[in-house]
T-cell receptor
Framework: ETGVTQTPRHLVMGMTNKKSLKCEQH?????MYWYKQSAKKPLELMFV???????ENNSVPSRFSPECPNSSHLFLHLHTLQPEDSALYLC?????????????????FGPGTRLTVL | KQEVTQIPAALSVPEGENLVLNCSFTDSAIYNLQWFRQDPGKGLTSLLLIQSSQREQTSGRLNASLDKSSGRSTLYIAASQPGDSATYLCAVRSGTSYGKLTFGQGTILTVHP
């Protein structure tokens, strides 16, 4: 596998369920990101991890819980979600998260998980 | 707060046309600007990244320009093909928040044969 992979690709869950989204990057990058893409809204950054440490939480509700066990893996744990949380959840990675010349902070995206909350 | 606007929201052109997509941003203190392509229901594919010190980048039939002082970028697509049909997203990396990309809403491009 190359690039950034995400599983599952599609997920349907009830509001009382607990599920997890998984992201894995095979690029040797150090920074990983979770984004949310809702219909008719721009992509929104949710979380940023750099060398396994969370560096940004963009005012995300606590029903979304990220986990980054190592620089290659990123999880998003979901519990008691609402129907308005239905969206495409995208994971991205970059070699660095600091603005450096040479495009070292260029972000590469996975295919996303299409989440539907009933 | 950085805001990114893309115009037009949608564009339909015949095959072979040259076209320009526009992106504007409110805070000129950026590290870089990235153009992406997104196919329906899919993730994002990075097309071009322009550092704040650069004026343009080229890749094949694509050329992106950056005018940081006026807060504008354009993506030029030469000799468009039906396979270019997708949503094109512009995102800026602001100088005040490491790692955070602020996205525009995108331009939906349809190239018909």
């Amino acid at each position: 596998e190359t690039g950034v992979t995400q599983t599952p690709r599609h997920l349907v869950m009830g509001m009382t369920n607990k599920k997890s989204l998984k992201c894995e990057q095979h690029l040797g990058h150090n920074a990983m990101y979770w984004y949310k893409q809702s219909a008719k809204k721009p992509l929104e950054l949710m979380f940023v991890y750099n060398f396994k440490e969370q560096t940004e939480n963009n005012s995300v509700p606590s029903r979304f819980s990220p986990e980054c066990p190592n620089s290659s893996h990123l999880f998003l744990h979901l519990h008691t979600l609402q129907p308005e949380d239905s969206a495409l959840y995208l994971c991205a990675s970059s070699r660095s998260m600091i603005g450096l010349a040479g495009g070292l902070d260029e972000q590469f995206f996975g295919p996303g998980t299409r989440l539907t909350v009933l | 707060k950085q805001e990114v606007t893309q115009i037009p929201a949608a564009l339909s052109v015949p095959e072979g046309e040259n076209l320009v997509l526009n992106c504007s941003f409110t805070d000129s203190a950026i590290y870089n600007l990235q153009w992406f392509r997104q196919d329906p229901g899919k993730g994002l594919t990075s097309l071009l990244l322009i550092q704040s010190s650069q004026r343009e980048q080229t890749s094949g039939r694509l050329n992106a320009s950056l005018d940081k002082s006026s807060g504008r970028s354009t993506l030029y697509i030469a000799a468009s093909q039906p396979g270019d049909s997708a949503t094109y997203l512009c995102a800026v990396r602001s100088g005040t928040s490491y790692g955070k990309l602020t996205f525009g809403q995108g331009t939906i491009l349809t190239v018909h044969p």
